[in-house]
């Protein structure tokens, strides 16, 4: 086609109320995707720690209980010291997981 039957029959469509050569709107809108938007959810505004970053409480493990544990128990070998693998916290949401005023 040449422009000016392109442009012509623009014309015509805006006259006729076609919304002037835009595409019709539908009722369906394009959806996020889950994926990132439970990532976006989950993560939150928090910014990631440093890659240097070492937690407290394993700085305080290292540094004072693995030593009062060998020292206590009397441990020969370093296997045998225990370890911390997970560290569970309980918020205790309890009443306000049913009631949403509290």
């Known amino acids: 086609m040449s422009a000016e ?8 469509s805006v006259s006729a109320g076609k919304g002037g050569g835009q595409p019709p709107k539908t009722d369906k809108q394009p959806k996020a995707d889950k994926k ?45 010291i225990p370890r911390l693998t997970k560290i569970v916290i309980n918020v205790g949401v309890g009443e306000a997981a049913q009631n949403p005023r509290l």
């Not at 039957?5 to 015509?12: D, R, S």
């Not at 700085?59 to 030593?67: F, H, M, N, T």
């Open 5 to 12: 039957k392109v442009k012509a029959e623009k014309a015509k």
């Open 36 to 80: 990132e938007k439970k990532a976006a959810t989950i993560a939150g505004a928090r910014p990631k720690p440093p890659a240097d970053y070492v937690p407290r409480l394993r700085i305080i493990y290292r540094e004072k209980v693995i030593p009062a544990l060998t020292k206590r128990f009397e441990y020969k070998n370093p296997m045998q």
